[in-house]
């Protein structure tokens, strides 16, 4: 695996190696034994042109805990695009570190990174395209819940067709996994998508709707994200009153089966996508996964920096 950019470029086996990684490590940490330092001697550069918490803690204590270094860097400081072309960053850090791992607003960036990064690994942390390392915790919580089998089961992503819906999309079909969207015309992910994964993974189910009632009523996990992301603003609003219908709450649960979870990739606007009776209630996983997000990076970096 040399990079990590966006879902569609890696096979189920390779995807599962990473998880079953994560899993090792993580069994390790919860048994109180410390994990092999495979990274020591070895420094991820991150760079933040947007802010994060999850994704930053998650990587940075990852980093730590497999005994390599990290070097945080932040637009301010780099000027990405501006002060500094991509492909000039690209080449004097990996000249300099073992791996970078970027979280940006182009999903080109990451791309252009990829041709100049001397066989150094690219990590998307999240790009306006994609964000895969979201989607593998997100899949571990799952299997956690659901059994290492997850082929015939069935994520609901009930909102925006976003970034994290396109990976999940992807992975799901990867996994054998059902995939719906249930959101408004409008905000449904580009149909091409659905035929490039169908071509890509023969047999798969991804679909979408915009009916988010019929959309849980078998669903074993149910997917919130935030109906406005960074940069988007200016349409608070239009999305809020386009989106409303599509918040997951008592109601809508109830539509599904009893024993569906709950998911959020969180930061969550409580009272808005997701109710506090949904994110706190029984059938809720919202913690776990984003607790997951440090195993799967962990998992994620052994394959990529750790040589496992």
């Excluded at 182009?106 to 942390?125: F, Q, R, Y």
Aim: charged share 20%; net charge negative.
């Amino acid at each position: 695996m040399q990079h990590f950019i966006s879902i569609e470029d890696h096979d189920g086996e390779s995807l599962s190696q990473v998880l079953a990684a994560a899993r090792r490590l993580r069994d390790e940490r919860d048994a109180g034994e410390p994990n092999e330092p495979m990274l020591t001697g070895r420094t991820l550069a991150m760079f933040f042109e947007k802010p994060s918490l999850r994704t930053r803690v998650s990587f940075q204590q990852a980093v730590t805990e497999l005994g390599g270094n990290t070097i945080v860097l932040s637009q301010a400081e780099v000027g990405l695009g501006r002060r500094e072309s991509v492909g000039d960053f690209t080449r004097v850090m990996a000249g300099m570190v073992h791996g970078i791992a970027a979280r940006v607003f182009k999903h080109a960036d990451l791309l252009e990174m990829a041709k100049h990064s001397d066989g150094v690994p690219i990590i998307n942390m999240l790009s306006d395209h994609s964000h895969p390392c979201q989607a593998m915790a997100d899949i571990m919580t799952m299997q956690d819940e659901f059994g290492m089998e997850l082929a015939g089961r069935t994520l609901t992503f009930v909102g925006d067709g976003n970034n994290v819906a396109r990976s999940l999309a992807w992975l799901c079909a990867k996994f054998g996994m059902r995939f719906i969207l249930a959101a408004p015309d409008g905000y449904k992910l580009e149909a091409s998508l659905f035929a490039e994964i169908e071509k890509a993974c023969p047999g798969c189910s991804v679909s979408q709707t915009t009916d988010p009632v019929e959309a849980v009523r078998q669903a074993d996990a149910i997917y919130a994200d935030t109906f406005v992301s960074m940069g988007q603003e200016t349409e608070r609003q239009k999305r809020l009153d386009d989106l409303g219908a599509y918040q997951i709450n008592a109601k809508l649960l109830a539509a599904a089966p009893a024993d569906a979870i709950v998911l959020h990739c969180l930061p969550a606007y409580r009272g808005v996508e997701i109710t506090d009776e949904a994110m706190d209630g029984p059938q809720s996983r919202v913690f776990q996964q984003a607790h997951n997000r440090l195993h799967a990076q962990k998992g994620l970096l052994a394959a990529m920096m750790g040589g496992t």
